[in-house]
């Protein structure tokens, strides 16, 4: 019997309308391990089938049971976007109806009425979002039985994108909350995901505790080939700092120049001319994503490319889209792009990456490296889903104009070695493993208080092994869950309360927290900071980065040194650095892996030559690699600079900024640019001393590092951790100490 012989009659019969020839091959996979229960990981590429692959043996399974056992949903599908479950609920519709199974819809955009009815009378398929799913514990938490205790499975759409994020913590200690309500051992899940460099962290994060019991399902659809290029821009510096350490033109003035006929020296164009050309040159009149990092950055270039089209008297194709704006907005983008035949190009964020319909656009591009790899095989998955049409990606790096007295790491030309490098890892089928270990003791906190809403009320032993030990937060144990209760049930936080009888109960802060819509998400938008000099302030900037006084930071196109750090009142206060400007990566750049980084060194090092390299991208290239012969930066990674020093160690941005900080616990005055640690005011011989000492040393001890940062919060209720554990957070969750010997060892050749 074929795979397709085994789905229900009504199955075939819709696939049969489809007028489909065969199966896709990870559905041809994926058939027969959905038909025999367990939980899956289903993984291919963007636009290979893996919904069907899901979709179309469940409900074969539901189907298949003469008589359901009790009323409920038969299946839960958990997505991470409203948009995606739209696009879900029109792909999968008319299926259902074929076979005669409900379909709800279950997001804040839908009606209540319509909630009501899938409540009062569940069954069939639900799509939702994991908030959603959440408020409906909480807030009839008595339901969740007759709700969900008939499930056949739980689907989690995109799991590739809550590994290792708060939002997947929370995700999974709902999907165990559900299987204790529904008084079930277990619950079969299927786990849709992009392809993983360790696909065992997908087979985990769907059944924390239970990965090696996970059937993977592997799809190798060849897809239709790739077209990439990088695209180089040397680009002349036009607003230099001063060498008095002057900050320039205020934002005020600068607006004020732009305002006046004639230009001032210090205007820079916001997107340089040629990248602007040729971005005009090679998008318009076609259906493209263009990827440009910030919010601020996608709106400067769907303005400029805009102006470009009036200037010429053509109609608008560029438009913006990104979180900020209203869903209207962003959905008449997404439709233009799915449905309109006119060529029409979204400037955006990462808003675009994941699996929402937009239809095949003809190509993707994509300002700077990005932020992973991981993301840029995404955005790859976005084109060439028509057959005999290939995913096209350019890759625009644009990089500064080398004068007289540059940087020596400016020579480098880091961002384009960070985007061939990004490039060859895609090759080689390695991408970023999600980051696991934490302890989320934020995410642990909104979890401890959403049980207590959904039971009204739980003994602490039960919470611990509810939410620790059969539940995602297994790095947790007793004494430290009894030490974030107390931190929590303190005087001065009053989250939670303890009962005469023994239960945890909300407090009174807790009441005020709880009561609001917005608990439901576990995410939050990284806190912004006002940046202050003197008495103005210069803007604001959301602090997502480790920072500390004393080291130096790039804001409004100006280097200054960070005088103090107000996480109360959320101020930066700082002071112009008389330096020149360090390498400005791509929009989005959020920090490197340690992969990418050494692949960065094996490029700067070799001789490799890259076919998918322009005429002025090669140039770069050449130009990088004369100057890291130049440097001797293979023997000689300690580097002086002007009164300082610059080190290269060549690993990810965690470890760099754990080793600049573990430097400035030893006194010196040390930030990290980019890929490299500057070290101001010292000698080199100095620098070296010391990490010859700490790379012959046991790893330091994390408290002066972890004193040395500022804490921003970062998840959405670190503000109510006690200090003990928030600097517990932070050694675990954003610094590396242990790595400290083994980086420093790195520098000074040393490997005792």
């Known amino acids: ?101 409900p379909l709800h819809r279950w997001h804040g955009d839908v009606s209540a009425s319509a909630k009501k009815r899938a409540r009062e009378r569940p069954s069939g398929v639900v799509l939702i979002t994991p908030e959603s799913l959440e408020a409906t514990l909480v807030r009839r938490g008595r339901e969740a039985g007759r709700l969900f205790g008939d499930l056949d499975a739980i689907v989690v759409d995109e799991l590739h994108a809550f590994i290792g994020s708060e939002r997947g913590m929370q995700l999974q200690s709902i999907l165990t909350r559900i ?92 997107v340089p001319k040629p990248v602007a050309d040729d971005l005009f040159r090679l998008l318009r009149g076609r259906s493209n994503l263009l990827f440009a990092g910030s919010r601020d950055r996608v709106e400067v270039y769907a303005d400029t490319l805009r102006a470009m089209c009036e200037d010429q008297r053509l ?96 020579r480098l030309h880091l961002d384009l070695v960070q985007s061939i490098a990004m490039v060859e890892c895609l090759k080689d089928g390695w991408c970023e493993p999600p980051s696991i270990g934490g302890l989320h003791l934020s995410t642990l906190i909104h979890q401890i208080l959403a049980v207590i809403c959904q039971t009204g009320g739980i003994r602490p032993t039960t919470a611990w092994r509810l939410l620790c030990e059969r539940g995602p937060f297994r790095t947790v144990d007793r004494a430290l869950f009894v030490e974030l209760l107390r931190g929590i049930a303190a005087p001065d936080v009053r989250l939670v309360e303890q009962s005469p009888e023994g239960l945890l109960m909300i407090g009174e802060e807790g009441e005020h927290v709880t009561a609001t819509h917005d608990f439901y998400a576990v995410f939050a938008t990284p806190e912004e900071y006002r940046i202050v000099h003197g008495s103005r302030t210069l803007g604001t900037k959301p602090m997502d980065q480790t920072i500390a006084p004393g080291q130096t930071m790039i804001f409004a196109g100006r280097r200054w040194r960070i005088v103090e750090v107000d996480d109360r009142a959320r101020v930066v206060t700082v002071k112009p650095a008389k330096k020149a400007l360090p390498p400005a990566f791509g929009g989005d750049w959020a920090g490197a892996h340690d992969r990418i980084v050494e692949t960065m060194r094996a490029v700067l090092a070799g001789e490799e030559t890259y076919a998918y390299l322009d005429a002025t991208a090669e140039k770069l290239l050449a130009d990088a690699r004369e100057a890291w012969r130049d440097l001797a930066l293979a023997t000689t990674p300690i580097l002086s600079s002007g009164r300082g020093v610059v080190l290269f160690p060549w690993v990810g941005t965690r470890k ?58 970062r998840a959405k209720f670190d503000g109510f951790l006690p200090k003990g554990l928030m600097d517990l957070v932070t050694a675990i969750e954003r610094l590396d100490v242990a790595s400290v010997p083994e980086v420093a060892a790195r520098l000074v050749g040393s490997r005792d």
């Not at 490299?676 to 700490?694: G, S, W």
Request: charged share 25%; hydrophobic share 40%; proline share 7%.
């Open 1 to 101: 019997m074929s795979n397709l012989d085994r789905l229900a009659e009504p199955v075939r019969r819709w696939i049969w309308q489809q007028q489909w020839t065969k199966l896709r091959d990870v559905q041809e996979k994926a058939i027969p391990a959905v038909l025999a229960g367990g939980d899956v990981v289903v993984s291919a590429k963007t636009a290979a089938g893996k919904t069907e692959a899901a979709i179309l043996p469940l409900l074969t399974r539901v189907l298949g049971r003469e008589e359901r056992e009790a009323a409920g949903f038969a299946i839960l599908w958990v997505s991470p976007l409203k948009a995606l479950i739209n696009d879900q609920f029109s792909r999968m519709e008319a299926l259902c109806e074929t076979c005669s199974v």
């Open 179 to 270: 299987e204790v309500a529904a008084g079930r051992e277990r619950i079969d899940r299927i786990g849709l995901s992009a392809t993983l460099g360790d696909m065992w962290l997908a087979a985990e994060a769907l059944r924390p505790g239970g990965g090696d019991r996970v059937t993977l399902v592997d799809g190798l659809d060849p897809g239709n080939g790739v077209r990439l290029q990088i695209r180089g821009y040397e680009i002349a510096r036009s607003r230099p700092l001063p060498e008095d350490g002057k900050a320039g033109p205020t934002n005020d003035e600068a607006e004020e120049a732009k305002d006046s006929s004639t230009p001032t020296e210090t205007e820079a164009p916001l």
């Open 315 to 410: 109609p608008n194709e560029f438009f913006p889209h990104h979180g900020n704006l209203s869903k209207a907005e962003r959905e008449d983008v997404e439709t233009r792009l799915r449905d309109d035949p006119r060529p029409t190009t979204a400037v955006a964020t990462t808003t675009l990456e994941l699996g929402i319909d937009i239809g095949d656009v003809d190509g993707v591009a994509q300002i700077g490296p990005g932020s992973s790899v991981a993301s840029m095989r995404q955005r790859l998955g976005r084109s060439g889903r028509r057959a005999g049409k290939p995913s096209v990606l350019r890759i625009f790096a644009v990089e500064d104009a080398i004068g007289p007295g540059g940087s020596p790491v400016d």
């Open 656 to 713: 760099l900024e754990t080793l600049a900080l573990a430097l400035m616990a030893r006194d010196f005055v040390a930030s990290v640019d980019g890929h490299v640690i500057e070290v101001d005011d010292a000698h080199p011989k100095a620098v070296a001393e010391v990490l010859a000492e700490m790379a012959a040393s046991p790893p330091p001890d994390p408290q002066p590092i972890v004193d040395r940062v500022a804490k921003p919060v």
